[in-house]
């Protein structure tokens, strides 16, 4: 560290070199200054604390006389790091320490217990286990890193200037152009201004949200759905509404019984690369939901994962391609296709709706960074992700049909799965009487490891579904895996009803 604040009291009977010894000491011992870090040069802390610098070298020697730092000529004075003692309540504070538990926001109090109940899910380490369908995320082996890393430090060193500065929330334009023209494959035609580039969809989903949910309102969503999203309705105070899938889509029936009873404000959907389940929308439920939607003037929010990444004959249209009457807001993501990590996406509506988009987003981060809109730009006009996004297509393509297949020789009587034919997951659900989060434990004994399906059913069901990803298991480790779940399965259905005491965790992405 080139130097640290240590408050001195003058006016006390200790010395100074004892004060700051006592203050390092402290540091050190709470695991604030771990091992082998530097010590300010004892010059730079004696200027910055305004006292001699014999004063500050006694300090230092002290310390290494209790073996607390190391000093080597030349170099300087290292610490000699404890395990970070947390404070014990042998240690009290002065006063009580404040219960934050109490102060915590409603909003604060309903992602807490929603985080609560996934983790209680499980606890234990899915990690390691041999063959992990946890966690719905691309494989980080194919992302395209050196192709990236040359197109961002060209675009630093030609327009770093600007795009470290702040910049206009709307995003970069040339992106925003490149996006209009993407679009057009899918058939969703915008113009640059009805384009909002934000961080990630999930910013999509909480702009979408400040912007149309008060507290009470009610949120119709497709059930299964995608956990983080519903989380955000939640999060907002909305009450939701569960709009079963069938194999052609969320029912929409359903969704126009519920828009005639409860108003909702939105409905919310993924037609495309469906998560959990991999299904896409039959063409002629979707050209229901649209109408009902328009007819209610219930906005639709849709979650256009690219279709790209799409395995089947044909992915289906998006909503937003058939949206004559300006309904849906359609949310995109780079996530999926490029890299999640640079919380990349972008959001489609009519030009109005985007104002109070961007008037949200102004609130929340005030931009997404220009530096790394700019990177992908330049990344996607010289065909690097057209190239990149047929490249895993095709490798997610063949780890799907490894897993159907495969799920299709090892699964006993009574396990059905969807056939996914887009995204990276599709969903098994287990004979009656059996619960996926209570086989978990099992599995991870074995090797393998799911998320149990439970979070991404709004009305508390689920229970005997589990999602299996596919997208980041190399193709010839797949088979091992659902032999190793099938066995699972296979003992726990020779028992009346599967153990719920251990748990273990996974991911919900
Ligand atoms: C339906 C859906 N939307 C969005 C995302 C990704 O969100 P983001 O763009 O915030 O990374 C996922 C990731 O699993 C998803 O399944």
């Not at 961002?152 to 996006?179: K, M, T």
């Not at 937003?320 to 996530?335: E, H, M, P, R």
Request: with cysteine; glycine share 10%.
């Amino acid at each position: 560290v080139a130097t640290l604040h240590v408050p001195l009291d003058r006016g006390k009977p200790v010395a100074l070199a004892k004060q700051i010894q006592g203050h390092l000491e402290r540091l050190i011992r709470e695991g604030h200054l771990g091992d082998g870090v530097k010590l300010p040069a004892t010059r730079e802390l004696a200027k910055s604390l305004g006292v001699n610098r014999a004063t500050v070298a006694l300090a230092y020697e002290e310390m290494v006389a209790a073996g607390h730092a190391r000093a080597h000529v030349g170099q300087g004075t290292f610490v000699i790091g404890t395990a970070a003692a947390p404070r014990t309540a042998a240690e009290p504070r002065a006063r009580a320490p404040i219960n934050w538990t109490g102060l915590l926001s409603r909003t604060a109090r309903v992602v807490a217990a929603e985080e609560d109940r996934w983790r209680r899910l499980g606890s234990g380490d899915a990690d390691r286990v041999a063959v992990s369908f946890a966690g719905g995320m691309p494989d980080s082996d194919l992302f395209p890193t050196e192709a990236f890393r040359q197109v961002l430090n060209r675009v630093l060193r030609e327009e770093g200037d600007v795009l470290l500065q702040y910049y206009p929330a709307r995003g970069y334009p040339p992106l925003r152009q490149y996006l209009a023209r993407y679009l057009l494959r899918f058939g969703v035609e915008a113009s640059p201004d009805e384009i909002l580039i934000v961080n990630g969809s999930q910013q999509g989903f909480d702009l979408v949200a400040r912007t149309f949910l008060d507290p009470g309102d009610f949120v119709a969503v497709e059930q299964p759905t995608y956990p983080r999203a519903v989380q955000v309705f939640r999060a907002a105070g909305a009450q939701l509404l569960a709009v079963p899938w069938t194999r052609e889509g969320p029912r929409p029936d359903v969704l126009e019984r519920l828009l005639e009873r409860h108003r909702p404000k939105l409905f919310y959907c993924q037609p495309n690369c469906h998560n959990p389940t991999g299904l896409s929308l039959a063409p002629e439920t979707g050209r229901r939901l649209l109408a009902l939607g328009a007819r209610a003037e219930v906005p639709i929010v849709e979650v256009g994962v690219d279709p790209s990444l799409y395995y089947g004959r044909r992915p289906a249209t998006p909503l937003k391609a058939l949206d004559g009457d300006g309904v849906v807001i359609y949310i995109g993501t780079f996530s999926k296709i490029l890299f999640p990590g640079l919380r990349l996406g972008w959001v489609v509506a009519s030009a109005p709706v985007i104002e109070r988009l961007l008037g949200a987003k102004q609130l929340v981060d005030l931009h997404t960074s220009a530096l790394l809109q700019a990177a992908v730009q330049r990344f996607c006009e010289r065909r690097l992700l057209d190239r990149h996004a047929s490249r895993v297509a095709a490798e997610y393509g063949q780890r799907r049909t490894a897993l159907v297949e495969s799920l299709r020789r090892r699964m006993p009587e009574g396990v059905t799965w969807t056939e996914a034919e887009g995204g990276f997951s599709l969903l098994v659900t287990l004979p009656a009487g059996l619960d996926a989060a209570a086989l978990l434990p099992a599995a991870i004994a074995r090797g393998v490891a799911f998320t149990p399906g439970r979070p991404f059913f709004v009305d508390g069901g689920g229970e005997r579904t589990l999602r299996l990803s596919f997208s980041a298991v190399p193709a010839r480790r797949i088979d091992d895996g659902v032999r190793r779940l099938a066995e699972t399965i296979k003992t726990a259905m020779k028992r009346p009803r599967a153990s719920s005491g251990d748990r273990a965790a996974v991911p919900v992405v």
